[in-house]
Each structure stands twice: as C-alpha cells, then as structure tokens.
C-alpha cells in the first residue's frame, strides 16, 4: 500500500514539475520576444496628436492647426521618412505641404508604446488652408501619406483626419503716401534796348538848265 502511495506521489511531484517547467519556458520565451526587436520588414506605426502634447500612443482624428505627427517602432539606422500633408475631399485633392524626418534614432524593440518613439514632429497648417473652405462641423479634412526607409515591402502609412479652429494669417496693408512738390521759378524782365539807326541821305534834286544864248 505504501509503495502505491509513494509510486503515485512520485508520478504527482513529476507532472508538476514538468507543468512548471513549461510555464517558465512560456515565460522566457514571451519576454525574449518583447525584448528583441522585430527583423526589418514593415514596421512603425504614426500618430496624430493634439495639444496637449504627449508621448502616448494614441491617435485623435480631430485636431486644431497646430498638431504633432509622433513616429513609433521604426527601425535603427540613418533612415528618413517622407511626409506628404493634402487636403482631402470634400475640402479638396491637392498636396499642400512635404517633409522629411528622422525616424532611425534606436531600433523597433518598443514597438508602438511610448518606449518606441522615435521621433515627434510639430505642423501648423493655418496658413496652407486659408485657401480652402471648411466643412461647417467638421473643419478641413486632411491626409497624412508616409513613406518611410528600411521598410521590406509596402513602406506606406496613411492618416485621414479632421482640422479646425484655424486662424486666418494676419493682413497686412501696404499704404503708400504720394508727396507734391510744387517749385517757383522767378525770372527777372529782361530789358531789350533797340537803337534805330536813321540813314539820312541826301539827294541833289536841283537841274540846272542853262538857257541857250541868243
């Protein structure tokens, strides 16, 4: 009865232990994988962010003209991002604004948590959509297009969003003063003395007739 006894306790203690040793395996190989970053492919993620801003991940489709785009889980090394601003129908269809960005600060190990930002870059689009007529609710819909280096295949991030509360640029008003200057010329008279010169000639109009001798 004993030997039973002993026989099943042993067979108990080795299943449990084999269900632990499992369960650490689980456990290392999860935390492996959050540690090491993802093999180059496709990855990275972008965000919208309005103010107040802040390195949480989390993307607000309605923003005012001044906002962030936050860069997340991009990959290590000298790598740059495209970034195209357009508006989008019904605001409009053309491109409104490029630039470029660093993204290659550290690898992609953090992922799209706010130990992956990579970088955050800050746009004010009030003057770039003065141009255009908002939606009465809504505002100005805009579209963020990424193309972001290192990426394997599709390397293209896309953002539709909406703008509003924007304040039209100032005016500015060029006035321009027209001065008249008046000038007097005085011109003293002039004094022209003309001498007539009188020619007197005189001419002997005087016949002598001399009467004939008789």
């Known amino acids: 009865m004993r030997e039973a006894l002993t026989s ?14 499992m369960v650490a395996s689980l456990v290392l190989l999860a935390t492996a994988a959050t540690g090491a970053p993802n093999p ?28 962030q785009v936050d860069f997340y889980g991009f990959d290590e090394g000298d790598l740059f991002a495209d970034v ?28 799209g948590s706010e130990a992956g930002l990579d ?14 007529t908002p939606h ?10 990424v193309n972001a280096d290192g990426s394997q295949g599709a390397d293209t991030k896309h953002k539709v969003f909406w703008v509003s509360g924007c304040t039209p ?14 000038s007097t010329t005085s011109t003293p008279p002039t004094s022209t003395s003309s001498t007539s010169s009188t020619t007197s000639t005189t001419i002997d109009t005087t016949t002598s007739t001399s009467r004939p001798r008789r």
């Open 8 to 21: 099943a306790s042993k067979r108990r203690l080795l299943a449990t232990s084999t269900v632990m040793a």
């Open 40 to 67: 180059p492919g496709n990855n990275g993620t972008v965000k919208i962010d309005d103010v107040a801003f802040d390195n949480v991940p989390n993307n607000e489709p309605h923003v005012g003209c001044v906002f």
């Open 136 to 145: 009465p609710q809504q505002g100005y819909h805009v579209k963020l297009t």
């Open 119 to 132: 970088a955050s870059e800050t746009y004010d689009l009030s003057a770039l959509l003065a141009g255009f």
């Open 84 to 111: 195209t601003f357009a508006v989008h129908p019904p605001t409009g269809n053309e491109v409104i604004l490029t630039d470029e960005v660093f993204i290659g600060e550290d690898d992609n190990s953090g992922g």
């Open 169 to 182: 640029p100032p005016t500015t008003t060029t006035t321009t003063s027209s001065t008249t200057t008046s």
